[in-house]
């Protein structure tokens, strides 16, 4: 009886064991790997793709072109962000931070009546939160000046 117990306990195991490794698998297949290399004012290496001008990274992996000038943003500029139904925005405010100053009251705002969750960071801070984070579940604006 011992015998029969274990191997059902080592099947059982084994049962589970593949079902988390085939789980983990499909989610990664879902979750596009990002890997941002290197980070300097004015240019980004993301998935060895070079970067010179502010992009937008959605939760798929896609990157698209950013506003032309985030001094100031306008609302205007986050119109992709609302149509899309997303509800976390990071923004990347830039080597120093500064797009964090030139964000309106009205945007804030606006983002709060959408039930956004804003997050800003200066870019240096982004780019580790980029890296580290999984499952993104948020689109981030990246300012790659000032």
């Known amino acids: 009886m011992r015998f029969k ?5 080592k099947f059982v195991f084994y049962v589970v064991f593949a079902v988390l490794c085939t789980a983990s ?10 890997q941002i290399s290197h980070y300097e004012y004015g240019k980004m290496i993301v998935n060895d793709n070079t970067y010179v001008h502010d992009f937008v990274l959605w ?3 896609e990157i698209t072109p ?18 899309s139904g ?3 925005l990071l923004i990347a ?13 009205k945007i804030k705002k606006e983002m709060k009546n959408n039930g956004v969750e804003l997050l800003l960071m200066d870019t240096h801070e982004a780019v580790k ?11 981030a604006f990246v300012h790659l000046n000032c």
């Open 66 to 83: 950013g506003p032309e000038d985030m001094h100031p943003p306008h609302l205007n500029d986050f119109d992709e962000f609302f149509k």
């Open 59 to 61: 939760p798929n992996g």
């Open 93 to 105: 405010t830039g080597d120093e931070g500064k797009v964090a100053l030139d964000l309106s009251r």
């Open 25 to 34: 698998v499909c989610f990664s297949i879902n979750t596009p790997q990002l």
């Open 5 to 9: 117990k274990t191997r059902s306990i």
């Open 129 to 139: 939160l980029l890296n580290n984070t999984k499952n993104r579940d948020f689109v």
């Open 86 to 88: 997303h509800k976390k």
